[in-house]
Structure formats: C-alpha cells, structure tokens
C-alpha cells in the first residue's frame, strides 16, 4: 500500500533518500576539511534518523536541551552535547544522565560554573560560548576576563572538564556576506585556541550553522562543526542559497478541503499548528508560509509554476495557486507544502511518515523540556 | 511543596481562579442574551478545563479537527461541534466516532456533501460555513445558490441534518471597529435565517470570535457564540481590548539562565517551541514576543515596569528588561511570560501546571491531527 493511501490528516513526510544525501554530503565535506561533524538534532529529534547519520560515521551528537539529551541517552553516542548555556536548575537531572553517558554542557557565566563544579558527581565536558556578535548568548569574544574566571572556577572540581569554544554563527542566517561572516569565526576561534592551547593542549573549537557549513569551502582551523538543519533543509534555506528545492527532505501533507477557482485559492487542512509561523516575504509583498509539491507515489515532485501557502491560521491554509495546480487538483486531494522552517514543523508534528509508510519516531512533546 | 519547586524548565502554568473567572463572564453574558455558549475548545485542548465549563452550564463544545473531537468523545458532552470544513478525507473517522457521540460539522461545497450524505452511517448535523468577507473559508453571504445546492445534497441522506449557518467574524482581530464588523455579521445571518427558517424552523445562527463576543453588548437575534481564546486570554487580546493583562490565565515559566546588565538583557529557556512564533510590535518598532510576569506562590504578578520577550529563536528567548526585574532577577531565578497567542503556546507545550502543582491534561501533540 503506498503511503499516500495512509494520509487523512496534516502529516510530515520525510524523505529517507534525500535526508541521507544530506547527511552524507555534509559527512563528506567535514572529512575533506579534516573536521568532526557533530549535527544538532535539535532539527530531525529522531533515533531513527540518528541511525542513518551513524551509517555516515556520525558518533557524536548536539541536542538543545536536557530533555532531549535524555532522548537520546543510551542509544550509542560517544558523546552528547547540549548547546544551550546550561539551566542550573537542572543540575540533579544532568547527574542522573551523566552517570552513564558522556555529556557536555556550555557555560558563559560563573554563578552556573561554580555551581556546576560543586555538585557534579560525574565528569561533564563542557564549551564556553563565544557571542558570535549577534548579541544572542554567549561570552563577548574579547572578555578573556569572564572566559578565565569560567575556567578557574571549573578547576575546583576533577568533574567539570573544558573542552573548548563555542560560537554559532547564526548570524549568517541574516547577513548576505557569508564569507565575511565566516572570516570572523575563524579568526575568533583561531586566536582563542592559539591563546589557549598550551594550557589546554587538547582544546578543540566548534561553529555550527546550517548556511555557512552549507556553503564555505574555507574553515581554517577550526576543529568541528555542528549544524542541524541541513538534515532536513527548508525554504528558509533555500532562500539562503544554502541549498536546492530538491534537497528538502521533509513536506507537510496536507488535504484540500476547498476550492476557490475564481479567487485562485485552495483551503486546505495545514496551519500553525503544523507549520508553525515561520514566514517569507515574496517579491511583491505577499507573505509565504511553504511552497507546494505535488504528491506522487514515490514522493514529492517540484511544480513547474510555482504555488504557496500565502497565510495561515490555527488549522486553516490557503494557498495561492498556479494554474497548472487550479487544472489538476480537487477536493479530497492530499498536497505536499515544503515548510519554511523545517525545525520547527517537525517540532509542531511530533512523528514522520516515511515514502515507504512507516512512522518514523520523534521526541515527544511532553518531555521536550 | 509549592509549584514553584517542581519547575526546573519552561512549564506552561495555568491560574485555575483567572480561567473559572473567564468561563463564568462569558457564560453570563451569553445568558444575559440568551444565547447559547459553545466554546471552542482548540484553546484549551483539556477534559480538566471541560470539567470547570460543565459547572458554568456549558453542555456543548466547538473543536477545530477530528482528532480533537475523538480525544473529547465520550465525555459527557451533549454535541461537539467540528468548526472546520469537512475534511472528507475523514468520513470513516467521523462515521467511527458519530456511533457514539453526537456531532456536527461544517459543511461549504457540494462534493463533501454529497460524499457525506451517501456515506454517513449515523446522524450527523451540520452548519453551513459563511465566509465573514475576510476571505478566509466559508460560502459568500449572497450565494444563494451555492447554499441550496447543499441543503438540496444533504436532503438525499436522513443522516446529515441542517443546523443553521456558521460565521466567525474573524477580522474582529484586525479591524478596529468591531461594532461595524458585528453589524454586518449580525444583519448577515439574520436575513439568513428569515429566508431559510420556514423551510427550517429549528435553524439556528452562530458566530464566535473572541474580540467580538468579549467586547458587543448587541448580538441582535444570534442564537449562540462559540468563542475559544477567552478561556486563557493572551496579550493580543489585551492589545485588541478583550481583556485586561489580569484575565490571561496562562503564563510560561522560564528558568534564567544568563543575565547581561550593561545590555539590560536575560536569556531565559523558553523560544519558539514553547511559546510559538506569533509576535506583536512595539511602538518604538522592536518586536515583543511575551511580556514578564514575576512568579510567587499564589501565581504570578504584573510589574510596575514592563519588560517583554524581544527575540526568540527555538529555544532562547531575550527578555528586554526593566531596571525593576533587573534589581531583583539572579540566575536559577524563574520568571514568568504571558504568551502573545495563548492557543499556539498550549498547542506547543502540551500540558499545563495549575498553581497547585497539578499537571493538567492537553490533546497530545501525536494524535493532533
């Protein structure tokens, strides 16, 4: 029976052939610049696309939260780091995971250090996070002050081991210069390590957004990356030129409950609560919540004149459509909309239904925090 | 042992006292008109919070799909009104759950209703959706003749019955003058019901938006209101002047994790997974994603001096903050936010925390849709 036949309802397709094209690809690349990918599963939140990802010799992995690291714990990863400055309310938790898994946090103050190194019952690993200059989070990049104060107060306990630095350098997400972006991380990250290094000789350094891992073919010395939504991309990415419309591997099913030739509008079941509210800008001002596929008994197909979601409520989509879709399509018909900001649909959804018509697992939504 | 203590990561907090306060004025003013109250459960996705309703008189409810409708099936509701068109994609699902359960749904084209009125196996009532001129979904208020063909398809069935007509005055949420908007929803399903009610004696008119249903003291002859945000209200409802910020009912706690006193800045746990991405504007131009409440025992307090939430992204969340929370907050603190839109916030958490340390149910995220 094909997949489709199994679709009455909003569900989030995923493409297992495309999703491991990107993981293999972005595998590929960090080997050829000699450096370890640890991809952010903050995007895929999956043990099954983690089993993929270990076939591309993926063994480390970087979650956003503790929950999710609890997700994750015993399922064979060498180590799981939680890329959010680390909530010391969760200290007991991260004793109980750290007991028989390997964990690292990252750090940007001292109250959480120095709190972190009196209660930690096991070694944790952690990073200081480098504000990569878009004032999100992190330690300024000149504020070696706070850094050695963090790495003095982390000396008190045998438990509390630095690992490195951090910088996201989300900001490629906003600026057009990609390059120039990126010779700031580099240059940031090769003074810290330069700097560092002979008190910490195993001191690795690590950036990790989606477009710049994507497109850069020049990463110094950086030792690691860890981008996450490269997994799945999205139209967010394409728009960035980060990848294709081929590469996205994952589109929201959704059925057509009504058509409105003259208005070139289609109602369908799909909005916010399956999308969420992500959104572009078209040229002409118009806003895009996805763009449509067509869906075929082998997966989705690209349509030659374009269709998009051009708003979106609670459960309700309307598209604006082609043409080509208003002369093909009726009600009762399922459509595939490939989503803006494909993190956060899958985040909404909550599972994945493969080509092949299985379910695929995510982390669920009461223990996601 | 307070609520406060079981809080070590963002946790959607619900005041029992706030939410009966709500239920209980709508509840009468709906009496004061005699009109019937069905409110729209998509907020509140909770049995917990459809046992306070019971007590208010409340026999009915409005959901907005079916799986929202099979997860309230079976709990002593007289009818539960499916408010989105028929999704025919469905009818297996709604013959399952109509067996035992009395259901409505809406109904806006031919084709779904004539695949209904040949396959329904049980009664089935529904309402024929009226687009309220905001162009969203629903059948144009002069279209006679899209109305009757679907009366005349439903006439082929002794299972699908014809309540009456449906129009959600959404644009109550953009248009400023909402007297003007219910005057043309008012006079529209009035002439409505003159022209159809000898043929339909016992037909019935229903409209439900939150800003209309909060604020109009004249309904004119409108049978029912199915409003659904007034149950938590939201600070869009405080900016659309439904309410005050002291009637929303809902607050996401967020542990602090990083606090920048020079910038006037605190990065909490709590991004767009939490809270969603629904954002309002600021005078000054900047972006406020939720607005700081301080949490005690009893709940949670309004500052003398505001401070919002001004960026998200999936997990962090930047609170622009005042002098006043910046003398008091430290990091491990927990704040409070009151969500922009409080029907997306439940959708993403899940569950609730009542002030007495219960945790309260919600539709689960993988039975949705």
Request: glycine share 8%; hydrophobic share 35%; net charge negative.
């Amino acid at each position: 029976m094909s997949y489709l036949n199994q679709i009455t309802s909003p569900t989030l397709l995923l493409d297992e052939k495309i999703c491991r094209h990107n993981l293999q690809k972005m595998a590929e690349k960090a080997k050829r610049h000699q450096m370890k990918l640890v991809p952010h599963f903050k995007t895929a939140q999956s043990h099954q696309v983690g089993k993929w990802a270990k076939e591309y010799g993926i063994t480390e992995i970087t979650v956003s939260s503790i929950k999710m690291a609890e997700y994750f714990c015993g399922h064979g990863w060498e180590n799981i780091h939680i890329a959010f400055p680390f909530n010391p309310l969760e200290t007991k938790k991260l004793n109980e995971l750290a007991k028989n898994q390997s964990l690292s946090v990252q750090l940007i103050n001292v109250e959480v250090t120095e709190k972190l190194a009196k209660e930690l019952e096991y070694p944790v690993g952690f990073f200081i996070e480098i504000d990569a200059g878009y004032g999100r989070t992190g330690v300024e990049v000149t504020d070696f002050g706070l850094m050695e104060a963090i790495m003095r107060a982390a000396k008190s306990s045998d438990k509390l081991i630095f690992k490195g630095f951090y910088l996201h350098a989300g900001h490629t997400y906003y600026e057009p210069d990609k390059k120039a972006v990126y010779e700031q991380t580099k240059a940031a990250l090769s003074m810290l390590k330069n700097k560092y290094r002979t008190e910490y000789p195993g001191l690795v350094t690590r950036t990790g957004d989606t477009p710049g891992c994507s497109v850069m073919e020049d990463f110094g010395d950086i030792d690691e990356m860890g981008p996450g939504n490269f997994v799945f991309y999205d139209i967010m990415q394409v728009n960035l030129g980060s990848c294709s419309m081929e590469d996205v591997a994952v589109a929201l099913a959704v059925p057509v409950v009504d058509i409105k030739k003259d208005r070139k509008e289609i109602l369908v079941h799909g909005g916010g609560v399956h999308l969420a509210k992500d959104v572009l800008t078209e040229p002409d001002g118009s806003k895009n919540f996805g763009e449509v596929v067509y869906l075929g008994e082998n997966g989705w197909t690209i349509p030659l004149q374009r269709s998009y979601l051009k708003s979106i409520s609670q459960e309700h989509g309307i598209i604006k459509a082609s043409d080509e879709l208003l002369a093909r399509v009726k009600v009762g018909d399922v459509l595939g909309i490939l989503p803006i900001h494909s993190c956060m649909t899958a985040d909404c959804m909550g599972s994945y239904l493969t080509l092949d018509g299985e379910v695929i697992d995510h982390v669920e939504q009461n223990t996601k925090n």
